[in-house]
């Protein structure tokens, strides 16, 4: 298997991610003979949304928006004959903010070559809402608000089958973000039910919408995840249907580039991204 590229990327424009400066990604990806990357970094959530993290960090700033596209331009150019630079987003999917993040792609979509819609936030049953990857601890106090490890799971397939389903525009990325992000605590929180149905139907889904998914190597390194996202029984559903896998390492340093993709079996196609036009 011949990786070319590692298609979600974040930067030091992520306030949860490390100082590494998008040159020293590129440099580790000329290093890694990679012929493509797309930085993906965290779009700022949408306008009136509060983020319910501890710190207020999954995100990106709207401050520093222009500052992001700007570097990445300059890098495309100063790079062009080492390595193809896609400037991306991994755009937050929430339940009630569609007006406003389809506002957002309409406004910066012309600038986005590659996107990723991804699924961190989830409305709870009194409509406030809960960040579902940030830690042990809160997934914890998460099924406590939602009664049990299932009701989450239901409430996140809902979730995912809205993002798939939404109107975000012409410029709605093609790549769902970590479809199983769900699973990252599974080995502490195990759900009771399976999926497989539900799964089922979004890939079904996914497959009528001529969607993409990030085959994310990230949750390998999850204490108590330790799969890829998807699983590999979902990764060979996606292949049956012909819905494309694009690899990404999902890192937040320069040196986490490609990390796990050796872990990948070599049965699975990669794919390139569908870029936006
Ligand atoms: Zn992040
Ligand atoms: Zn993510």
Known sequence: ?????????????????????????????????????????????????????????????????????????????????????????????IEGYE???????????????????????LQTPNKEYVCIDYSREMFGNIIDTFGSVDSIYEKYYQTIEKAIQCNLGKYKPKRLGHLTLIEKFHLIYPAKNNYNEKMDEILMQIEAKHMELDLNSAGLFKEDCREIY??????????KRNIPLVPGSDSHASNGLTKGFDQFPNTIPLSEPTYLD
Do not use: R
């Open 1 to 93: 298997m011949t990786v070319i590229g590692d298609y979600h990327i974040h930067t030091n424009f992520c306030p949860h991610g490390s100082n590494d400066l998008m040159e020293q990604y590129i440099k580790k990806a000329l290093s890694l003979n990679l012929k493509e990357i797309t930085f993906t970094e965290h779009a700022p959530l949408p306008v009136g949304f509060v983020d319910p993290t501890p710190n207020h960090d999954s995100a990106m700033s709207w401050n520093d928006l222009e500052e992001y596209i700007q570097t990445i331009n300059h890098l495309k150019q100063l790079y062009q004959k080492k390595l193809k630079i896609n400037l991306g987003f991994e755009v937050d999917y």
């Open 99 to 121: 007006k406003q993040t389809k506002a957002f792609l309409d406004q910066y979509g012309e600038h986005i070559d590659d996107a990723i819609l991804s699924v961190h936030m």
């Open 230 to 239: 998807p699983n590999i029984s979902i990764i060979n559903k996606a292949i």
